[in-house]
Nanobody
Framework: QVQLVESGGGLVQAGGSLRLSCAAS????????MGWFRQAPGKEREFVAH????????YYADSVKGRFTISRDNAKNTVYLQMNSLKPEDTAVYYC?????????????????????WGQGTQVTVSS
């Protein structure tokens, strides 16, 4: 069974940066498309970023575009989320998720139910 473990969260001031990591236990990590989601108290889990299995194409929610960068290192079975220019509105628990990299439609990448594996989450708090 594939397991995902996030790390790198913490408390930062507005305008600061953090880099989140998600380590995968599976041997077939390179075959999985990966995403980052976040969830604040009382709110639904929302899409943040996605990276495909092939070609490493990336996609972002409008709220983080230009500030966040998703990347992956298949040799290390790890996906990253570099977060710059952080805002208090970015405060949430951040989750990584994975799914087999089939030929999904573009709309599918932001759907929680279309992912098979989830990490436990890591807290990101941005102070004003």
């Amino acid at each position: 069974q594939v397991q995902l473990v996030e790390s790198g969260g913490g408390l930062v001031q507005a305008g600061g940066s953090l880099r989140l990591s998600c380590a995968a236990s599976g041997r077939t990590f390179s075959s999985y498309a990966m995403g980052w989601f976040r969830q604040a108290p009382g709110k639904e889990r929302e899409f943040v970023a996605h990276i495909t299995a092939r070609n490493y194409n990336t996609y972002y929610a409008d709220s983080v575009k230009g500030r966040f960068t998703i990347s992956r290192d298949n040799a290390k079975n790890t996906v990253y989320l570099q977060m710059n220019s952080l805002k208090p509105e970015d405060t949430a628990v951040y989750y990584c998720a994975g799914r087999l990299g089939l030929n999904y439609g573009l709309e599918s990448m932001s759907r929680v139910n279309d992912y098979d594996y989830w990490g436990q989450g890591t807290q990101v708090t941005v102070s004003s």
